[in-house]
């Protein structure tokens, strides 16, 4: 038996642009990166590794709905950090075949671009009160946790800005629009 050919592939005006500017592609892995350091920690709680914690503090996640939702939230972040990725690969601009009903299609630079920047500011305006970690008290935690959790949690201010320079980049290269940089 044969298997379906697809008929709506991408039309050649709309397809694959022209590559991401290095500098995109180096924002766009380091965005999937600034989000592990976190990630990791509370899976380290996850664990049972109080990772900074006192032992008081650390009694709140000893809950199977808290391990639950640290591994959740972990897990799901990376994932929307790697999406940034696609912002500067083929399967960003032309779904994979392998997706049922639209693998193939092009995706629209909009449809894209929106949700990236939306994205962007939302995380922007979430981790930048990170800067200024060291303020807030923190008794729950040791001197030397409460150290290594800002400092673990730092990265994250990038996050927004990353995916916003990134997002710009995507759409100006799949609308046409001139680049300020090709590094």
Known sequence: MRPTQ???AAPPDTAIASPAPRWAVRCAHLAALVVLPTGLWRIALVL???AGYTAEGFEAFATPGAKAWMLFLSVVTELLALLTVGLVRPWGEVLPRWIPRVGGRTVHP????????T???CLTAL???MAWWWTFPHADMTHTGHTVVGLLYQPLILWGP????VAVSYYR???GRPSVHRA
């Not at 990353?162 to 320079?165: H, I």
Request: glycine letters at 12%; hydrophobic letters at 50%.
């Open 173 to 175: 290269r799949r609308t």
């Open 119 to 121: 994205g962007a500011v």
């Open 110 to 117: 909009l449809a894209a671009t929106v949700p990236a920047l």
């Open 162 to 165: 990353l995916l916003g320079a």
């Open 48 to 50: 049972g590794f109080p």
């Open 6 to 8: 697809r008929t709506h």
């Open 127 to 129: 981790w930048a009160p």
